[in-house]
Structure formats: C-alpha cells, structure tokens
Nanobody, 115 residues
C-alpha cells in the first residue's frame, strides 16, 4: 500500500508562483512513476507532469516552461513548482503514484489563480 498526502495549495494571483507537495508513505520502493494530475470544474482529470524513479520528466504542453516537477527521495516527497500561473491553471491538483500492481491517488489540493 502507498499513502499520498498533498499540501501547499491555495489562492494566488495571476502571474504568481506556488509549490505543492506530496508526502508518500508505505511501500515507497514499489513506486516507479509519480506525477501530478489536475481536474478543473466540468473537465476531465489531466496529466500535468510526471517523473520516473530514474528522474525522467514529462509535462503537459500547457505547462511546459512554467512548471517543474521534482522528488526528494530522502523525504519521500514529490513537488510541483508552478510559476507564471494563469487562471486556467485553477483546479484540484492530485498526486499520483504508479506501481506494478496498481495506481494510487492523494486526496487533492485546491489551487485557485485569480486575476
């Protein structure tokens, strides 16, 4: 089992920055890919960024150049640094962990970007 807890969401103005965190616990060694997804009201959940155990990253086109994903293995924590935030970045951000057997999700953290 893997348990994921997000933190760091909140309200930020357009153009601002925010960092969200995801603390992982449990069978950490079984995780091979972690990522951040988001879901805006009335829209499907979408991948924002992912990072493999080897450190390879990928990003949605809409956030490339603005968002950075990283993981601190010593702290078992995943981060998403969001810069130059736009109103369309407003969503609930979910932490995700993929193992050989199943996927795990956090409870989500709300990010609201206001003009």
């Amino acid at each position: 089992q893997v348990h994921l807890v997000e933190s760091g969401g909140g309200l930020v103005q357009t153009g601002g920055s925010l960092r969200v965190s995801c603390a992982a616990s449990g069978s950490i060694g079984s995780i091979n890919v972690m990522g951040w997804y988001r879901q805006a009201p009335g829209k499907q959940r979408e991948l924002v960024a992912g990072i493999t155990s080897g450190g390879r990253t990928n990003f949605a086109d809409s956030v490339k150049g603005r968002f950075t994903i990283s993981r601190d293995n010593a702290k078992n924590t995943l981060y998403l640094r969001m810069n130059s935030l736009k109103a369309e970045d407003t969503a609930i951000y979910y932490c995700h962990a993929h193992t050989l057997y199943r996927d795990y999700w956090g409870q989500g953290t709300q990010v609201t970007v206001s003009s």
